[in-house]
């Protein structure tokens, strides 16, 4: 079994609201430290019966189809 971890953010320029409003709570509860925050999504994957490249190779299908809108979204795989 092959483990895999997807990890998709939001291109650089794209407007990330949500991260604004968490850049914001933070800043209310005191941690105005925190000079900007962007937020992205992580999916943790088990891929059964592949080899490592047939594994990278259906990941990174799976992210151009599904896991992420590679419009306003770039994604990173990590196999393990």
Sequence with gaps: MIKA????????????????????ALDALGFSSVGSVRQGKVFDLEIEGADR???????????????ANTVIEDYTVSVT
């Design 53 to 67: 490249a047939k594994a990278e190779s259906d990941l990174n299908a799976m992210c151009e189809k599904l896991l």
């Design 5 to 24: 971890r997807v990890t998709v953010t939001l291109k650089n320029g794209v407007l990330d609201p949500q991260g604004k409003a968490i850049e914001g």
